[in-house]
């Protein structure tokens, strides 16, 4: 089984939010009411929340249009999505797929959101099955261990962005087998210190994970 993570894994969401950012200058948001209302819009109380809606009510609070934000926002969400898939994420999805065990996706955010960006980057036929979680990935990630303990021989894979997170996955569940894929919005130090194996692109995971699948 491999448990994949979306954004910055398999959709270039840095990129994606400097495009979202570029679109909100145009309409004269400065770049600094977009960073703090962003850092709101995204978590509250312990929950991921954010959305194109969210984000807009909160820039409204600041005097800006929120039927002129939520236009820029919703340009951006449209089918142009695709656009933000790293070069070799749908080659890398085939590869893997191509290995014959299960494809999971496992994303944190929103849940309509998520949806939205996976549905509109075009990938969602390459996984069995998906889950967008607004709290933590731990309690999905335990469901599927219960699971793939049981049923599958091939050990279990996680692929993920996030230093800080996949630790504690990795604490948690020592039986997985983790690779990181390096963010451009994470320091490359994080990765190093982390003694997880990270690599820059998905074409790297995927050379490492044929030369260490069973």
Same mark, same amino acid.
């Given at each position: ?7 910055? +894994?398999?959709?270039? +969401?840095?990129?994606?939010? %400097? #495009?979202?950012?570029?679109?909100? *200058? ?5 770049? &600094?009411?977009? !960073?703090?209302?962003? $850092? ?7 929950? /991921? ?15 800006? &249009?929120?039927?002129? $934000? ?15 898939? /790293? ?11 191509? *290995?014959? !065990? ?15 960006? #996976?549905?509109?980057?075009? *990938? ?6 998906? /889950?967008?979680?607004?709290?933590? %990935? ?27 997170? +996949? ?5 948690? /569940? ?17 990765? !190093?210190? &982390? ?5 820059? +692109? ?6 490492? *994970? ?5």
């Amino acid at each position: 089984m491999f448990i994949i993570d979306f954004d910055d +894994t398999l959709f270039n +969401t840095h990129d994606f939010k %400097k #495009v979202r950012l570029e679109s909100l *200058i145009k309409i004269g948001v400065t770049e &600094s009411d977009y !960073q703090e209302t962003y $850092v709101e819009a995204l978590k509250k109380n312990d929950s /991921f929340n954010y959305s194109n809606e969210w984000h807009a009510e909160l820039l409204g609070l600041r005097g800006y &249009s929120v039927e002129k $934000v939520l236009s820029s926002l919703e340009q951006t969400t449209g089918d142009q999505l695709q656009e933000f898939l /790293f070069p070799d994420t749908v080659e890398f999805l085939e590869k893997i797929k191509d *290995i014959g !065990q299960s494809l999971v996706l496992l994303s944190l955010g929103e849940v309509r959101f998520q949806e939205l960006k #996976v549905k509109g980057a075009g *990938i969602s036929e390459y996984f069995d099955r998906m /889950f967008m979680v607004q709290d933590s %990935k731990e309690h999905v990630m335990q469901k599927l261990i219960d699971v793939g303990e049981n049923s599958f021989q091939d050990g279990m894979w996680f692929i993920n962005d996030k230093v800080e997170e +996949t630790l504690l996955i990795k604490n948690r /569940f020592p039986q997985l087998n983790i690779v990181l894929k390096k963010s451009a919005s994470i320091d490359e130090k994080d990765y !190093q210190q &982390s003694n997880v194996p990270y690599f820059k +692109t998905l074409t790297e995971i995927y050379d490492y *994970i044929k030369s260490n699948i069973r």
